[in-house]
């Protein structure tokens, strides 16, 4: 993708998104003209941007320069990060934030794999390179839900990863970097199984090591009250039909 020529540069600017267990700051690095921005990223909307990560000591973790690509996803819909979610509404292309994600709006007390400890807060630098029309989102709660009884049991969310892959026909070594990117990469939500499907692949034995890793991470982001069932209202991912 051509890299695209600085806009202009902003003054500071700091917005702040409360939430009682924290607040997702945003740093406005770099701004675009009103009349240069001919759209803003909104809901729904595919959005491609280039990031670098890091902890607030300034480790890096993860950036788009690493997998030699921008990275793309669909906003508003738990294909990222909470604090993602929040943070790259309202955004024109070329502009520049630095997003400062607490916990809880990121990995929260379970950290991910190596990279990112428990409760860490975590640091974004991105830039919008191009936002484009988002498809309509697969409502995936009734996708998983088989027994159509309006929750979600471990049983089905293994079924639908294992169905998932068996669908994309891939395979990949469990102990592969690739595999373990799965877990460890900030991008993927544990919830959308069938967006890492797409990415990297999963392990159809459902039996393995790697694949109740999986499981659990889903049930720990998702499973609120920690019953063992994931129900409607407890699920974040996408649930309901789209107009």
Known sequence: MAKLTYL????FFVALVASEEGELKIDVLQTVEDDKCTRKSKRLDMLSMHYVGTLEDGTKFDSSADHGQPFSFQLGIGQVIKGWDQ???????????????PSHLGY???????KIPPKSTLIFEVELLDVQDGPKPENIFKKIDTDEDNKLSREEISDFIVKQTEQSGQKIDP????HTDVVEN??????????????????VDNKSEE???VVD???YWE?????GIITHDEFTGPKHDEL
């Open 186 to 203: 900030i991008f993927i939500s544990a919830h959308l199984v069938d967006l890492s499907r797409q990415t990297y692949g999963f392990p």
């Open 211 to 213: 694949h109740q890793k």
């Open 175 to 178: 102990s592969a970097k690739e």
């Open 87 to 101: 943070g790259l509404l309202d955004m024109c292309i070329g502009e520049k934030r630095k997003l400062t994600i």
């Open 8 to 11: 202009c540069i902003a003054c």
């Open 223 to 227: 499973d609120s009250d920690k019953d």
């Open 108 to 114: 929260g007390d379970q950290g991910a794999g190596e």
């Open 217 to 219: 991470g889903i049930f």
